[in-house]
């Protein structure tokens, strides 16, 4: 149940880190009004629960490796690949695919 737990705290933390990126990074006014539109409200609010979700992502993590934290990322990785393929329209190619296999293969590397 550990497993699971982990796995779905870490893609609801990593979606909210995503989110988060598209609501500050996409504001017009330059790098200044991206960096201070991090404070308001919604994005705050954001970023905030996905940091809470992380934390207990890597609650059950440790309960489970002690390679806690890099699992968290890599699941992390793939969770905003398929952000970015779903609502940013980022294209899907072979290298890419590839790219997330070994990033899969590492996450399971880290847990024997």
């Known amino acids: 149940m550990a497993i699971v737990l982990f796995v779905l705290s870490a893609i609801v933390a990593y979606t909210g880190i995503s989110y988060f990126g598209q609501l500050s990074g996409e504001v017009k006014g330059g790098a200044l009004a ?3 539109s991090t404070v308001r409200p ?3 609010l954001v970023v905030t629960g996905a940091n809470m979700f992380f934390g207990l992502a890597l609650y059950y993590g440790f309960s489970i490796t002690r390679y806690a934290i890099p699992a968290t990322i890599s699941i992390g ?5 398929v952000y970015s393929v779903l609502f940013l329209g980022a294209s899907v190619t072979v290298t890419k695919l590839v790219g997330v296999a070994l ?5 399971v590397a880290l847990s024997t």
């Open 103 to 107: 990033v899969i293969l590492g996450i």
């Open 34 to 36: 991206a960096f201070f």
């Open 42 to 44: 919604l994005p705050l």
């Open 77 to 81: 990785v793939i969770t905003s690949f």
